[in-house]
């Protein structure tokens, strides 16, 4: 029998030991025939751009009719905007404009949200799906808050989108966010409708056949959907709020328009105030994609 050194039999036994174990092969802690999950993709977006300087201003002047009467320092402070106090810049920002003219006061807040999702399993897009469902489902606009209203008013294979009912509508209002400039006695209905009805029937502007109420738009963004809030503000006028909420990747968008008229007998227009707010999320999609 040949004789080995105690050192070498030691170097031997440590060579076994860790050829047995290889570099190839399950981890200590693996189970035979258990995948590894690979991390889900992250959202296109890492960054935010700055709220206050995203819209041009040759879109402030027309959003905010009155600030252009006013001085030069004047109509500097009312573009620039105020900056919303947040906790994670990284995250979510926001802008808030307002103009006074001798006939209303408008006020523009545009907020942008950044996505990120915790859960490995999850990408950073689907997670911002459901907190955009979430919003959509708060005005009445989900698939699911209307599956009975489309039920009933659909044909046989139809395809077209429905609108929310007046009561699903209304029952949404009360869940809308405490930032909503649109006041604290909200009445949302099918108002929006009825002043296109309205105006078509005194030859000024509108048909019968524009469809203003609450619904989902399908040209803006990933996804997207605008509502048309008239509240009470105070003991007289009323104003309008047309919002404007859009997806891109992982960056959930909110704009809201609201204009308040200084004669207690005056309406807002929802055609106008919805065509400006539509037109300035356009224009933010592009920003988003340079």
């Not at 990120?116 to 469902?133: F, H, I, L, T």
């Not at 929310?164 to 108002?191: L, V």
Request: with cysteine.
């Amino acid at each position: 029998m040949a004789y080995v050194p105690g050192t070498a039999l030691l170097a031997a036994l440590v060579v076994g030991c860790s050829a047995s174990t290889g570099t190839g092969g399950s981890a200590p802690d693996s189970k035979p025939g258990e995948a590894t999950v690979a991390a889900a993709a992250p959202g296109k977006y890492r960054t935010l751009l700055d709220p206050c300087r995203a819209v041009a201003s040759s879109a402030l002047k027309d959003l905010l009719p009155g600030a252009a009467d006013l001085t030069e320092d004047q109509q500097k402070k009312v573009y620039d905007g105020t900056a919303t106090v947040t906790y994670d810049t990284d995250r979510r920002v926001g802008c808030r404009w307002k103009s006074e003219a001798s006939d209303s006061s408008h006020t523009l807040f545009v907020d942008f949200e950044r996505v990120v999702s915790y859960d490995p399993s999850v990408s950073d897009d689907d997670r911002a799906r459901e907190v955009y469902g979430k919003k959509e489902a708060a005005v009445g606009l989900s698939a699911d808050a209307n599956t009975d209203a489309a039920t009933d008013a659909a044909t046989p294979g139809s395809t077209k989108k429905q609108t929310p009912s007046a009561s699903a509508s209304a029952s949404a209002s009360k869940d809308k966010n405490a930032d909503d400039p649109g006041g604290d006695s909200a009445d949302r209905n099918n108002s929006a409708n009825t002043d296109a009805i309205t105006a078509d029937s005194s030859g000024s502007s509108g048909s019968s056949d524009e469809n203003l109420a609450p619904r989902a738009l399908d040209d803006i963004g990933d996804s997207a959907f605008l509502d048309d809030l008239l509240t009470r503000a105070g003991s007289t006028t009323q104003n309008r709020t047309v919002s404007v909420v859009f997806r891109t990747s992982n960056v959930i968008v909110t704009i809201q328009y609201t204009e308040q008229p200084t004669v207690s007998t005056v309406v807002p227009d929802s055609k106008e105030l919805q065509e400006k707010a539509q037109s300035l999320a356009r224009k933010l999609v592009e920003k988003f994609s340079e």
